[in-house]
């Protein structure tokens, strides 16, 4: 994979970063509030097996452009989607392994079906096509709860982020409640609270039956952020062959919190072996 001399801008401007030496490219893509840092614990491992393409959204902390971000472009999870794609062709990346966390396993499903080329598989860590409840499905939380979220981060940014932080991330693990917390504080409130709205009263459920690409579906036993339920919701949608694998763990964050556990999944998936055990 070799990244050209000419428009690289978006690359350099979302800190793409290639680590590891294998002949296949993994993308690791965060979800709202981090940044790349948040997959530093199962890097060791899968850079011995795979070219590791990192960058940050345009809404991190650790993108020096503020302007990067535009909360009406951004609006939707399209103009990720489209960034992605842009980065994948700037460093002439295919057939990728697509691991994206959060809202990125959307984002990525919506690239798959926009450019199916890119993409060898996708792997959707504690995704979601949708967060607010309906009569016949379980997101995980009523429109009330989501305008109070959406209140919080404008009124009281600083206190939300901490209180978000000890929620989603375990808590038996308060060194990445720490981190996340950290990267929560670095993303300007004036990105965090259109992202917010743009996450929270996303939904994607009709993109599901177009995504054709493999995809393997990373749950967490005990999320506060997506319910059990929405991972086989998205198995049964999703025309592609889907698997659900579940980590038995508490919290959002299972790359990061139970990053052993995680790296024993994904390579059991990719059928790598993992040697001194």
Partial sequence: MVMPEQSLSLS??????????GSEVMVLAHGFGGDQSLWDKIIPFFSQH??????????????????LFDPAKYSSYEAFANDLITLLDENDVKSSVFVGHS???????????????????????????????????????????IEQIITSIETKYQDWAVGFASHVVDKDDPL???????????????????????????DEREILEKVM??????????????????????????????????????????????????VDVLAGVLGLIIENK
Wanted: aromatic fraction near 12%.
């Fill in 12 to 21: 350099t401007a979302m800190n793409v970063s290639i680590i590891g030496s």
């Fill in 50 to 67: 795979y070219k590791l393409f990192l960058f940050d959204w345009s809404f991190s902390g650790a993108v020096k452009d503020p302007e």
């Fill in 103 to 145: 809202m990125s396993g959307m984002i990525g499903c919506i690239a798959s079906v926009k450019k199916p080329e890119l993409f060898k598989r996708l792997v959707l860590v504690g995704a979601s096509p949708r967060y607010i409840n309906t009569d016949e499905y379980e997101g995980g939380f009523q429109t009330s709860d």
């Fill in 176 to 202: 990445s409640v720490e981190m996340f917390e950290k990267c929560l504080n670095r993303m300007r409130p004036e990105a965090a609270l259109p992202l917010a709205k743009t996450v929270f009263y996303s």
């Fill in 213 to 262: 690409i493999p995809c393997t579906i990373v749950q967490a036993s005990r999320d506060i952020v997506v319910p059990n339920s929405v991972a086989y919701y998205m198995q049964e949608k999703i025309k592609g062959k889907s698997t659900v694998e579940m980590i038995e763990t508490s919290g959002h964050f299972p790359q990061y919190t139970a990053h052993q556990q995680f």
